[in-house]
């Protein structure tokens, strides 16, 4: 019943700059902590940043500095501003959402999107 889709990658040249979206959709009461992760061929999926619903910010430490999440509780989005990237930024990012049902009692609730490529390459 719930969906987040991503929007905004593509190929960049290394220190250019990309703008991913997220956005939720269906039905649910609520949502939690939203985030991104990203996997590279080869490598685990790794946390790239995270946003609470009160707004606290998590950065993995190679981002810091370069990466900005925010999100519009309002639009049920969350976006990730990605500057100065560099190649080993490339891999598939995904979208990560906690969601509180709507049934009575009922748990949170994970999604994930179907991911987006990011490619830093010249």
């Known amino acids: 019943q719930v969906q987040l889709v991503e929007s905004g990658g593509g190929l960049v040249q290394p220190g250019g700059s990309l703008r991913l979206s997220c956005a939720a959709s269906?039905?649910?009461?609520?949502?939690?902590?939203m985030g991104w992760y990203r996997q590279a061929p080869g490598n685990q999926r790794e946390l790239v940043a995270t946003i609470t619903s009160g707004g606290r910010t998590n950065y993995a430490d190679s981002v810091k500095g370069r990466f900005t999440i925010s999100r519009d509780n309002a639009k049920n989005t969350v976006n990730l501003q990605m500057n100065s990237l560099k190649p080993e930024d490339t891999a598939v990012y995904y979208c990560y959402a906690e969601f509180l049902p709507l049934r009575v009692g009922g748990s949170i609730v994970v999604y994930w999107g179907q991911g987006t490529q990011v490619t830093v390459s010249s």
């Open positions: 269906g039905r649910f009461f609520s949502i939690n902590t």
